[in-house]
């Protein structure tokens, strides 16, 4: 079963094969991945990283303890060094610990029944209206409410925290301008501030939620106060960002694709299949990027000691290598689940894709079996960067 979404021709230009400030770019990066897969293992941008496009050297880059996490710059994110993603060993595997229990598949049972009562709530007030937008409706407060729920937190101010996950987005990208960057601090320092004072209201307030677990390891002498609000931060921004790509792609994807849509009600044991090739197709974070810490010598090009390495996992996703006609939404592809890059890997893999992926079948399986009718109602709004594919407006009508 075998559908493509469509791609412009681009030429090899010798000016930027990767204008990633381009809004042509940013719409439709596919045909500019393909041409700089062919041209190299390694892509010098004029905006001074090294882009590495093809999957099999991405996978093991990601592996390599010489790239670090520590040592690159986040610029007005640099509170995130202190967090899992801006670690390496062995602090890295002593925060990851922390919270690893949290999100076992016997843990995400638990949050499943929690999602699935955001879900149930959202599509109660889709049958009353007739209607739903995706992402403002069912992805965002799903995704949000129980992340909330898991932290042990209330939720409040929910669309400034959502409004500062994409603003601080836009400034971890190449392309990013002087503004970008302005509203991104701005962004910070509220966030930032938000969560501390969240802090602060839960240990007067002890309860059993994660950001309680976060407290406890911090009186124990595992985690630093600054580990702590830059941990919850973190987990407030991704607990609600890629999920909820995942099911706005995977929700215009299979709408678009009547007959894939049935197999995913119908075949249930297809579910995680066809949601594995809802991220290779559509990954929600085209990059990650690392720090290199000597000469790496990458499928015979050097990847230079103190280098910016970005790891293009949207191409790797794409890449013919390994996924034959890659542009092709295809669920019947063997090696999918076990290769597709979406959730990176290594020791900084995401820690919630056990979580992510029920999420994804929760909200995508209970739309479609209580709306077999459910079809787009109007024009898609998309949310592209160079760095996020995601949807911001995804209206749908039930009946
Ligand atoms: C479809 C949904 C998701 C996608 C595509 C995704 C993707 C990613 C990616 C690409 C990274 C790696 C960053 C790197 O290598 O530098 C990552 C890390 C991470 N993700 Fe996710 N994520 C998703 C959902 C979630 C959810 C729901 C949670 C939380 C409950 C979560 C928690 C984390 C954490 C804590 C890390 C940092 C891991 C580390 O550095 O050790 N993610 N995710």
Known sequence: MTTTDSSSEVEPSSVDLLPFADPTYQADPYPYYAVTRDQGPIYESPLGVHVVTRH????KLLRDQRMSSRQLDFGIASVFHDSVLGQDSPDHGRLRKISASWFTPAMVEKWSVTMQGYVDRALDDAADRGSLDITDDLAFPATFGTMADILGVGQHDAELCRQGTLDIGKALRPSAGDDDMRIA???????VDYINDLIAFKRAHPGDGLLDAFIE????????????????????????????FLIENGVRLLLERPEVARTFVDEREQRYQILAEVLRHDTPEQ????????????????????????LLIGSGNRDERVFPNPDEFDIARDNVQKMHLAFS?????????????????????????????????????????????GIKHLPVNVR
């Open 185 to 191: 601090e701005e962004a910070f320092t509220w966030y």
């Open 345 to 389: 890997g290594g020791q900084h893999g995401c820690a919630g894709q056990v979580l992510a992926r029920a999420q994804g079948d929760i909200a995508i399986a209970r739309l479609l079996e209580r709306f077999p009718d459910a079809h787009l109602g109007g024009e898609i709004e998309y949310e592209h960067t160079e760095f996020i594919r």
């Open 56 to 59: 099999a050297d991405i996978f």
């Open 287 to 310: 990059f990650v990027t690392r720090y290199v810490t000597e000469d790496i010598d990458v499928d015979g090009a050097i990847l230079p000691q103190g280098a910016v390495a970005v």
């Open 217 to 244: 390891a911090e009186a124990a002498g595992s985690m630093t106060t600054a580990e702590v609000s830059a941990t919850v931060t973190l987990f407030y921004a991704v607990g609600h960002l890629d999920n909820s």
